[in-house]
C-alpha cells in the first residue's frame, strides 16, 4: 500500500541530529522530503540520562546555520531537545514520527520506502538511524533479569542500593558518579587496567578521586560472568579469581552498534567485522545507487568515531549531490 502518490525528491529514515540536517538542507534547496522517524523527534537524545550534559559547547550542536545560545558552557538534554524542536519548526521539516522503516525497494523512478504506516515514493534516500537502539550484550546468564540495563536514565530508584555499573568508559563512568552522588552504593568493574581514553577530561578527576577515596568500589581486570537475582559473580581476567558481591540493580555500560537490519533490508552491504556499510566518502552513497548514509549510522560499531559535532556536516554533502542528480535529470 503506498501512502500517497507524491514522489519525493529524498526520504530521510531517521528524525536525529544527522536526518534533521538533511531534512533543513534539502528543504533549503526546494527539494521535497519527508522524514520517517520510529519514535519522537531527535528519539535518542529524548532517551538519554535525565541530567545528561553535553560534551559539546552549543554551537558544535548546532545545525543548519540556526544559532543554539545557552546560559552554560555545555547544554544539558533538554536545552538541545528543545533547541532541535526549534530547527524542524524554523525549517519546515515535513515529519512523519512513530512511522519505522522496515525496507527500502527499488521502483519506477526510484524507491518504495516500506514503513508502519504504508510504502512512500521517493527518487533518492538517506538512511540517518545512528547506533544507540542496539547495546552489545554482555552474553552472560541473567542478562535478561528486571535488575540489568544497558541503559541509564537517573539515579533516584537506586538510593541506598547496591549497584553494578559495568564498563570503563565515558558512559560507564559518568553512571557510577551520579548513582553516587544521589546514595547509591556502587561497584564498578571493568575488564581493563584503567579509564578509556574516551573518559573526558574534567570527569577523569573527580572518578580518579572516588576510587582512591573507595567512594566507589573499582575492580580492575575483572568480568562479570553470571548476574542473579540478588548477586553478581564476577572473575578477575588475570588470576581467574572470582568472587559474588551483593546486588540489586546492574548497569551494563559498554556501548551500542548499529543494527545492520535495515542496511540488509535495503540492500546496503557492510564490513562483517566493524559493521561500516559499503559507501562512497565523497558522497556517501552506498552500494545501492541512489541510496545514501548521514550522521553516525556511517561509523559502524566505532561509535566514537562520529557524533553530532562531525555528523551534522554529512547532511551538506548527502543533499548537495542529491541536488546535482535531480538538476541532471531535468
Ligand atoms: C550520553 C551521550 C552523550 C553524548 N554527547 C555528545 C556531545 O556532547 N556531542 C556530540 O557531538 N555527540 C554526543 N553524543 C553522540 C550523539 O548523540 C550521536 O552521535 C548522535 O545522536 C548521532 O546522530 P544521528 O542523527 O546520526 O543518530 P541518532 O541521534 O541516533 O538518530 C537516529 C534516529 O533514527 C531513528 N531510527 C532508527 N531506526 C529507525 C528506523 N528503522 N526507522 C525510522 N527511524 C529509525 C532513531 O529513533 C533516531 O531518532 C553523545 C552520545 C551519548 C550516548
Redesign the pocket.
Known amino acids: 500500500m503506498l501512502e500517497n502518490e507524491s514522489i519525493y525528491d529524498v526520504v530521510i ?8 540536517a538533511c531534512a533543513v538542507e534539502a528543504g533549503r534547496r526546494g527539494m521535497t522530503h519527508l522524514v ?4 519522537t523527534l ?4 529524548v532517551g ?2 535525565t541530567t ?1 550534559i ?3 559547547t552549543p554551537e ?2 548546532e545545525l543548519g546555520g540556526m544559532p543554539f545560545t545557552s546560559p552554560n558552557v ?1 547544554p544539558d538534554r533538554i536545552e538541545a531537545v528543545e533547541y532541535y524542536h526549534g530547527v524542524a519548526r524554523a525549517g519546515q521539516v515535513n515529519l512523519s514520527l512513530y ?4 525496507g527500502v525497494e527499488r521502483a519506477d523512478q526510484g524507491f518504495i520506502v516500506r ?1 508502519e504506516r504504508g510504502g512512500y515514493r521517493a527518487h533518492h534516500v538517506a538512511i ?6 542496539q547495546v552489545n550484550p554482555l552474553g552472560i546468564p541473567g542478562e535478561e533479569l528486571p535488575k540489568v540495563s544497558h541503559y541509564y536514565r537517573e539515579a533516584y530508584g537506586h538510593y541506598s542500593q547496591d549497584v553494578l555499573v559495568i564498563g570503563g568508559r565515558n ?1 560507564a563512568v ?1 553512571t557510577a558518579l551520579d548513582l553516587w552522588r544521589h546514595g547509591a552504593r556502587v561497584t564498578m568493574v571493568h575488564r581493563g587496567d584503567s579509564f578509556g581514553r574516551s573518559v573526558k577530561y574534567w570527569i577523569r578527576p573527580d572518578i580518579e578521586n572516588r576510587v582512591a577515596k573507595g567512594q566507589i568500589a573499582m575492580l580492575w581486570n575483572t568480568e562479570a560472568v553470571e548476574i542473579l537475582p540478588r548477586a553478581v559473580r564476577l572473575r578477575n581476567r588475570e588470576t581467574g579469581e572470582e568472587q559474588t558481591i551483593t546486588n540489586d540493580f546492574v548497569y551494563a555500560m559498554i556501548g551500542h552498534r548499529p ?1 545492520v537490519a ?1 542496511l540488509e533490508a535495503c540492500g546496503v552491504t557492510y564490513a562483517e567485522e566493524t559493521l561500516v556499510p559499503t559507501y562512497d566518502p565523497a558522497t556517501f552513497e552506498t552500494n545501492v545507487p541512489g541510496l545514501f548514509i ?4 556511517a561509523c559502524g560499531s566505532k561509535t566514537w568515531e ?4 562531525n ?1 551534522r556536516r554529512h547532511a551538506a554533502v548527502v543533499i548537495a549531490e542529491i541536488a546535482r542528480r535531480l538538476e541532471g535529470s531535468k
Do not use: H, Q, W
Not at 42 to 45: A, D, E, G, K, P
Not at 99 to 102: E, I, R, S
Open positions: 529514515v531517521g528524525a536525529g541530529p544527522a536526518g534533521l520517517l522517524e520510529k519514535g531527535v528519539n535518542t537524545i538519554f540520562p545528561m553535553f560534551f559539546s558544535l550542536l555545555r512511522n519505522g522503516v522496515a514503513a540517518a538511524t545512528g547506533y544507540f537502539d558512559s559518568e543494527s535495515l548521514a550522521g553516525s549510522v562520529i557524533f553530532i559535532e555528523g
